[in-house]
């Protein structure tokens, strides 16, 4: 079992849909999360981190973590086609901040 | 500014024969690391360079994997004797520190 579990995908919405992104985790004592987009043909690009309690918002994307279902979630609110693409989670290994990826999940937005 | 850059962007390889794949770092930046990623799955780290200084290559899959970084600058990594499940999109990243890393866009290396 990998330590951060992803839905492949691929999630196909329509331009303007809320999408919701989840990983599962399986060590309780992660305390810190990465999410990354990449797209087709490019490397990851981090969207954002987030610690284990609360949420972080940083314009259209907000990053959540249930500690206590261990659940990682991204929302995208007013999706466009531009977000189309795979969306990594990732935690960060040992006492690095090198990442432990998910598979990621293929994202569609159609106009 | 320039971004990391590797190259060749694509690479065919027959079975057995070496190859070398080449990343530039965005200059200055300290810390350099490889990825393998297979189709289908996410980056799978392989080594980590602070310089010169290779101080972890824990994610190599086999002796037949060999990276450097001379002059703590460009970086190498070689695959001898490739093997068809070495097929995969070899990524490389740099940063200023061990936080956040900007990925290149990778080296799609085909073994047949």
């Known amino acids: 079992q990998k330590e951060v579990e992803q839905d492949p995908g691929p999630l196909s919405v329509p331009e303007g849909a809320i999408v919701s992104l989840n990983c599962t985790y399986s060590?309780?004592?992660?305390?810190?999360f990465m999410w990354y987009r990449q797209y087709s043909r490019k490397g990851p690009e981090l969207l954002m981190y987030t610690y284990s309690s609360g949420n972080k918002e940083d314009g259209r994307f907000t990053a959540q973590v249930d500690k206590s279902s261990k659940y990682i979630s991204l929302f995208i609110r007013d999706s466009q086609p531009s977000d189309s693409a795979t969306y990594l989670c990732a935690r960060p290994s040992g006492g690095s901040y090198i990442p432990t990826f998910g598979r990621g999940t293929s994202l569609i937005v159609h106009p | 500014g320039a971004g990391v850059s590797q190259s060749p962007r694509y690479k065919v390889a027959k079975r057995g024969q070496d190859v070398a794949l080449r990343c530039d770092p965005i200059?200055?930046?300290?810390?350099l690391f490889w990825y393998q990623q297979a189709l289908g799955q996410g980056p799978e780290f392989l080594t980590y360079?602070?310089?010169?200084?290779?101080?972890?290559k824990s994610g190599l899959p086999s002796d037949r994997f060999f990276a450097e970084r001379p002059e703590g600058s460009v970086s190498t990594l070689k695959i001898q004797r490739t093997q068809q499940e070495d097929s995969a999109v070899y990524l490389c990243a740099s940063s200023l520190s061990s936080e956040e890393q900007y990925f290149g866009p990778g080296t799609r290396l085909t073994v047949t």
């Open positions: 360079f602070q310089n010169e200084a290779q101080l972890d």
């Open positions: 200059s200055g930046h300290v810390s």
């Open positions: 060590n309780s004592a992660f305390q810190y």
